[in-house]
């Protein structure tokens, strides 16, 4: 119900008005001083558009024509009525005319030269074009502007994100196009790859008219015609802030812009969309804990032999490249290393070590080909103090996953 009412507002020049038709012929008494007259008034179209011609049709009743001189007023600034013939009158829709419904008037003198001013239920209706506007011509995001490929996101600080905006340069929105309903949606995909709740705003904008009276005017058309869907403030016809709410480091924002096609009347353009993202600069240096499968390749000890478990469990410490925010691909770490678990140190078995890894996952996931960012797999060099047996230095390679 709320969305059917919500089309026949922007059917009817969003302005919020539920109307069954505009009438485009009616009859109106005039009262003489002589006898009463009965005089039909016809405009040529049920709706018009800024630009268009009315054409308005006068019809008395030679017989019992009594009224002196009849003359129509329609009550748009900027539109007289001129008489093409008798009681033919056309006259032009301003191009800067609010959508609305405007009715017209007669002003009557009669053969004593009084004056009388008649109410007719003849209205014109003007509606405004409805267009979608190309998004590129009149949307940027500021004070930044962000990469369209989300492997190549530009990297800002976190207040530097919280400061953006979409910017709507009005002038930029070409004459006729009418409206535009615009749906803003952020997105927010954690440094896993794993995708936080989306947020979206629902705003309007339009070309302005040049007349701070008549842009306010609009606005509260537009405003009563969204209804539910948005909450709008006037300022947000020039900027909206981008709606966003946790930002963890090195999560990548996304804010993606397109029409809103629940209220905009037209063919949906999917092309027609801008996105931008961004990524949000954290630490430099990253601690993280890994446990992994360890397969022991080379062993300077190797004839003072251990019976390996097959759990490591590792803290880490991570160095960040400040730009991409891609692991460097080497880490350090110290914990246990040949283990059943990462709790079971047993004699002859497991014990603490030192590493230095080398992750082949995360080199692959530098040159921007997905790879699930828990998982690691590589080699790692690791100095090894096994309880109650020498120490050694291993090679091993090994798969796991950090948190």
């Excluded at 995360?362 to 060099?381: A, C």
Aim: proline content about 4%.
């Amino acid at each position: 119900m709320v969305k059917s009412k919500l089309v026949k507002c922007i059917l009817l020049c969003v302005i919020g008005i539920l109307s069954t038709h505009a009438q485009s012929k009616t009859t109106i008494l005039i009262q003489s001083t002589d006898e009463d007259e009965r005089i039909d008034l016809s405009v040529d179209k049920s709706i018009y558009f800024p630009g268009d011609t009315v054409l308005l049709v006068i019809q008395r009743n030679d017989n019992t024509a009594t009224a002196g001189i009849i003359t129509p007023i329609l009550l748009i600034e900027g539109a007289t009525l001129k008489s093409i013939g008798r009681l033919r009158y056309v006259t032009v829709i301003p191009m800067n005319v609010t959508p609305g419904l405007y009715p017209i008037k007669l002003r009557v003198t009669d053969s004593e030269r009084r004056r009388f001013r008649y109410d007719t239920e003849c209205v014109v209706t003007v509606e405004e074009y409805q267009d979608v506007e190309q998004l590129n011509r009149y949307v940027s995001i500021i004070p930044e502007a962000g990469s369209s490929n989300i492997r190549t996101a530009i990297t800002l600080d976190r207040e530097q994100i919280r400061n953006l905006m979409v910017r709507f340069q009005r002038d930029s929105i070409r004459a006729r196009m009418g409206p535009q309903f615009v749906r803003i949606t952020t997105t927010i995909q954690l440094r896993d790859g794993m995708a936080a709740p989306s947020y979206e705003r629902r705003v309007v904008t339009y070309r302005s008219r040049g007349d701070a009276y008549k842009d306010r005017a609009m606005f509260i058309q537009y405003r009563a015609a969204y209804g539910a869907f948005a909450n709008i403030r006037p300022e947000e016809l020039e900027q909206v802030m981008v709606p966003i709410d946790s930002l963890p480091d090195w999560a990548i924002l996304g804010i993606h812009i397109e029409p809103d096609y629940t209220i905009k009347i037209g063919a949906v353009d999917r092309s027609n969309t801008v996105t931008q993202y961004f990524r949000v600069r954290g630490s430099r240096i990253e601690v993280g804990f890994a446990l992994a499968i360890p397969k022991v390749l080379y062993d300077t000890r190797a004839n003072d032999t251990i019976q390996y478990g097959n759990t490591s469990a590792m803290i880490r410490f991570y160095y960040v490249d400040p730009g991409s925010g891609n692991r460097f691909p080497v880490s350090a770490g110290i914990g246990m290393f040949g283990v059943n678990s990462p709790v079971d140190v047993g004699t002859a078995r497991g014990g603490f070590a030192l590493s230095m890894f080398l992750d082949l996952a995360e080199m692959v996931r530098i040159v921007n080909i997905g790879f699930t960012k828990k998982i690691n797999i590589g080699l790692e060099l690791a100095p090894f103090l096994p309880i109650k047996k020498k120490g050694r230095l291993l090679f091993v390679a090994q798969a796991g996953f950090s948190f």
